[in-house]
């Protein structure tokens, strides 16, 4: 069976930490790299079904596809690293430290940036024509949303933080649930199901992902909106990235740690001898 029961899930997803935290500087810059620029890209390809649609939900439908593809090539993601790394160490995995997991979250977050920004200059070019000619439809949207999710949020003061922090953690809630819903299957076909639901869910609830912020807020910048690149940071993209942490850890790689992997004992009564015999006549 493709399945990938519970408790073998857990092993799995704490072996997958244990890779990650021991990979080579190389190898962790050039996978996060081109998840970064492949996400950014499923971002710009989905801005632009819903401006030509006008339908939200379609562009929603489609983007999980670049995510599928990152996965489905062995890329790694700020989100997914986040609930992973840490579970190697929580399982004692030798030579795991809290040093070497904070290394891969530093490298990911770089090359994810890199990609990302990599993603946002190239289609910068193609919305203004090479910056001879002022954004099109697609790049004033992308404009505008950089503009409501930072000087938005910060118009609204506390309450505005407290509502980017929240977005921000049940992001990560779905985003980990679907690298996670990956492992559930052996094949190509129950990997991209399992990952689809629930970027569906976090894209068209308009959560912050901070890996799809690389993209949308500094192409953004460049396309005319009307923040800085310190509205970008204070209020949306570092938040976002603490936000993605809590919620992936917590509530994905926390949980299925410990009720999968650290199972307390069943509270079942013991069978009596006499029940047993009586059962074996």
Known sequence: MSYVAPQELATKM???GEAKVFMSTKDTLIRAYMAGAILALAAAFAVTVTVNTGNPLLGALLFPVGFCLLYLMGFDLLTGVFTLTPLA????RPGVTVRGVLRNWGL???GNFAGAMTTAIF???IFTTGFTHAPDAIGQKIGSIGEARTLGYAAAGASGMLTLFVRAVMCNWMVST??????MSTSVSGKVIGMWMPI???FYLGFEHSIVNMFLFPSGIMLGGQFTWMDY????EIPTVV??????LTFVGGMIYATHYKTSPSRKPAEQPAARLVAAE
């Open 14 to 16: 704490i072996d997958a």
């Open 89 to 92: 160490l929580f399982a004692k």
């Open 108 to 110: 990911v977050f770089v």
């Open 123 to 125: 289609m910068a070019i």
């Open 178 to 183: 679907g690298v996670v819903a990956a492992m």
């Open 200 to 202: 569906l869910v976090f």
């Open 233 to 236: 940071l204070l209020w949306n």
């Open 243 to 248: 936000g993605n942490l809590v919620g992936g």
